[in-house]
């Protein structure tokens, strides 16, 4: 863009996108984020400047592994400066409709914990319910986050796709899930869908600005 303006990854500047993360200042608008983001955040790298000349952040394979790779060679260099942090003191929550996270007192670290409960439909879907929490460290989230990939329910690809969304998505880099299971490829993990589902949202609470000292339980959370 002209002038090469810039958006602060923070939570004033995001913005209600169907389907996707988005923060926006101006005219400068990202979308999809939150996988380079939940990297960044688990590295414990605060300060950096991402330039990118399109509007989406790469889906690349549908996970963050390659991001994390990236950012593991360039290196991080220690500032002589103290890290923004938040310890909740306070049961904090939201909920609307049955969907809900609540952040309790931590134990001097984050932990997320992540309810998936996708309840049969119409035949289109079996019932998907899975329950998955980690502490977050750079290890725990390379080996059991980072590589949790991007799906989509079978009967919603033709919506979105009208909707100009997922023009990128393949079966490969987007686990296509219908009642007979995942569609031309095979999970990582029984319980990838709720992995992926933690993955977005560390990538959204990294607008935040802050290092959390919580214990996050997400239920049912987009």
């Keep these: 863009l002209e002038e090469q303006p810039e958006v602060r990854a923070h939570g004033s500047n995001m913005k209600a996108r169907q389907r996707r993360t ?5 005219k400068a608008e990202v979308y999809t984020c939150e996988h380079l983001l939940a990297s960044l955040y688990a590295l414990g790298i605060d300060n950096a400047i991402v330039e990118i000349n399109g ?12 991001f994390l790779q990236g950012l593991k060679q360039s290196g991080a260099v220690d500032l002589r400066a ?14 609307e409709g049955n969907a809900s996270i609540v952040a309790l007192p931590g134990s001097g670290k984050l932990t997320v914990e992540y309810h ?11 019932a998907t319910r899975q329950i998955v929490g980690f502490e977050l460290s750079s290890e725990t989230f390379e080996r059991d986050i980072a ?13 979105l796709r009208a909707a100009g969304l997922g023009k990128g998505a393949t079966a490969q880099n987007t686990l296509v899930v219908g009642p007979a299971g995942v ?14 589902k933690i993955l977005d949202l560390i990538g959204d609470m990294a607008n935040l600005g802050v290092d959390l000292d919580a214990h996050v339980i997400a239920t049912r959370s987009g």
């Design 82 to 95: 103290s890290r923004a942090t938040y310890a909740v003191k306070q049961p904090i929550y939201v909920r």
């Design 116 to 126: 998936l409960d996708y309840p049969a439909k119409n035949g289109t879907l079996k």
């Design 22 to 26: 988005c923060i926006q200042d101006g």
């Design 183 to 196: 569609r031309d490829n095979s999970l990582r993990w029984d319980d990838e869908l709720a992995r992926h």
């Design 147 to 159: 590589p949790a990939r991007t799906f989509v329910f079978e009967h919603e690809v033709e919506a």
């Design 55 to 66: 509007e989406e952040v790469p889906g690349l394979d549908g996970a963050a592994s390659e």
